[in-house]
């Protein structure tokens, strides 16, 4: 079995397990291309169904072809899709593009806050009605409890202190002195009731894993990442007014892997172009211990 093979058999083993371990599960896609592999791991895992919602954390400063990509791919594909958003941080303002705080800050509203009430329920949650083609408000509030998401631990440093599965406070805060050992893929799947969970079947997986399996499987992604004329790619995607591209001719799958082989960006992290990254010293353990995806 090749290498490729070996981390696809691992994830949809996590997804199954996670899927035959817990209730009230949903996935969350942030458009990048990790989190649409895993999306396509779990057709697999699940013969080409997905058997619980999608959730996207809309801050409403990501770049539109993201958004439109995300709706494109919901109807095409017959996705159960759900987003949320901080409305009541967005009507006042209180975002860094609109000059009124850090873009920390803005993380923590728009990202951290938007993902802790569209999980419990209590923020307004939108379902995409696929017969009308466009999104409601969804009147099922019902938790959320385990969230399924598409984090690597060579992405970033606090990223490769995760486990598996990975529970959560109340308040979804991440205690990382107080993760469960995970020995010889031995996973902790038995938590007291209510712990909120997070699964992260990719942990695994390299930058260069991901294109390959991209090429292998066809996967659709964002055109954002290759170059488009301007000598000029996104390697990691975000908030259009905190993300940058990097410098790079690629133009399709193929090319971006030539280049990730050849060692061009060896030395440079891979969230380069994420501001907020910066701001926090450098990672994103502060925003992830409280909640950050």
């Not at 873009?103 to 329920?121: M, V």
């Not at 996973?187 to 292998?216: A, N, Q, S, V």
Request: charged share 30%; net charge negative; with cysteine.
């Amino acid at each position: 079995m090749d290498h490729l093979s070996e981390l696809e058999n691992k994830s949809i083993f996590i997804l199954r397990e996670a899927y035959s371990q817990f209730k009230n599960l949903v996935m969350l896609w942030s458009i990048g291309k990790d989190s649409t592999v895993l999306l396509w791991l779990t057709r697999k895992a699940f013969f080409g169904h997905i058997p619980f919602p999608l959730v996207h954390i809309d801050t409403n400063h990501k770049i539109p072809e993201m958004i439109e990509f995300r709706d494109k791919l919901t109807l095409e594909l017959g996705i159960n899709m759900v987003y949320g958003e901080n409305s009541e941080a967005l009507l006042k303002k209180e975002t860094f593009p609109d000059g009124n705080i850090s873009r920390i800050d803005c993380c923590k509203k728009l990202k951290t806050e938007a993902l802790k009430n569209t999980l419990s329920g209590k923020g307004i949650r939108y379902r995409m009605n696929h017969q009308s083609k466009k999104y409601e408000i969804d009147n099922d509030n019902e938790p959320f409890t385990g969230i399924i998401l598409g984090i690597r631990s060579d992405e970033e440093g606090s990223r490769s202190k995760e486990r598996y599965f990975s529970p959560r406070d109340k308040e979804n805060d991440w205690h990382i002195e107080n993760q469960p050992p995970e020995f010889w893929n031995q996973f902790k799947t038995d938590f007291k009731p209510g712990t909120h969970l997070r699964i992260h079947p990719l942990l695994d997986w390299t930058e260069l894993d991901i294109w390959r399996y991209i090429e292998r499987e066809s996967i659709p992604v964002v055109s954002l990442y290759f170059d488009n004329g301007f000598g000029k790619r996104y390697r990691s995607l975000g908030c259009a007014p905190c993300t940058k591209p990097v410098d790079s001719d690629a133009k399709n799958v193929g090319d971006i892997i030539l280049e990730l082989e050849s060692g061009k960006f060896s030395k440079i992290a891979e969230r380069s172009g994420r501001d907020q990254d910066k701001e926090d010293g450098g990672g994103l353990e502060t925003l992830r211990r409280e909640g950050y995806m």
